[in-house]
């Protein structure tokens, strides 16, 4: 298995060997906002810390690490553009798989600035791109932010996340990848299996989006077990729980 999207320096040493004890091989680790990211040095310096500090603790417990490094919309600080700069060289490092987590938590106009300047990048260098989709106001905000997609990059270049009842039917014709982030508070196991059950696994990853919040680092496991209990095929089981996750990020 694979967690498509967690914050590992958000968590104790332990879940790294509680994941790999599960059956977890990897999990893509994201950059975020764990700071209140006055400036751009703290953005860069949890950016640091999430492509040294926390592959080295995951690996010391069996869990292979990978990452995604750029601007949340939550972590834009008064000199974002200093990130910006820095962000072509960190994208080439071979451990970094995707740009991410981008997007939009209320479209602002720094947000909107911000999102695109990246989403321009992606495309230019051809990197996969890891898009969150916030909590509140959710389906207006998912559909600006498809917008941008549309405008600024290949989509099958795009993994959109946190995908739930409220967005998904406006993702049925999305050609990239679509992510479930099972979590409490926000989706159950059961739940995703019955979105899962209604849309087929071609086209969906999960994750357990694992921080500071309400999470569960078994989230990935548990609903595989699910999957089994409501009669999945394995081979289904295995797309939605890491083939896809591989051959999208080619990890
Ligand atoms: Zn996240």
Redesign the pocket.
């Known amino acids: 298995m694979i967690d498509a ?1 967690i ?1 590992a320096d958000t968590r104790p040493y332990e879940d790294f060997k509680m994941m790999a004890v599960a059956g977890i091989k990897a999990a893509i680790s ?1 950059a ?1 906002d764990p700071l209140k990211m006055s400036t751009s040095a703290v953005v860069l310096d949890h950016i640091h810390r999430i492509m040294n500090n926390d592959v080295k603790r995951a690996a010391k417990n069996g869990l292979k690490l990978y990452n995604a490094v750029g601007l949340h919309p939550r972590s834009i600080s008064p000199d974002f553009e200093v990130v910006l700069t820095q962000l072509p060289s960190l994208l080439e490092n071979e451990n970094v798989v995707a740009l991410g ?1 981008i997007g939009l938590e209320t479209a602002s106009s720094p947000e909107r600035d911000v999102f695109k300047k990246q989403l321009v990048l992606a495309q230019e260098i051809k990197k996969k791109v890891i898009i ?1 989709t916030p909590r509140s106001n959710k389906r207006e905000i998912t559909k600006i932010t498809l917008s941008m997609i549309d405008e600024n990059i290949d989509p099958s270049l795009v993994q959109i ?1 946190h995908v739930d009842n409220s967005i998904i039917d406006l993702l049925v014709e999305f050609e990239g990848m679509r992510g479930i982030t099972v979590q409490p508070q926000k989706m159950t196991p059961q739940e995703a299996v019955r979105l899962l059950e209604e849309y087929g696994t071609q086209k969906f990853v999960l994750d357990s ?1 694992m ?1 500071s919040s309400p999470s569960d680092p078994l989230s990935v496991p548990k609903t595989v077990h699910e999957m089994r209990l409501a009669g999945f095929e394995d081979a289904d089981i295995k797309r939605v729980s890491e083939e896809n996750v591989s051959r999208f990020y080619g990890i």
């Open positions: 999207h914050h994201c975020h987590e969150h996340d989006d921080s």
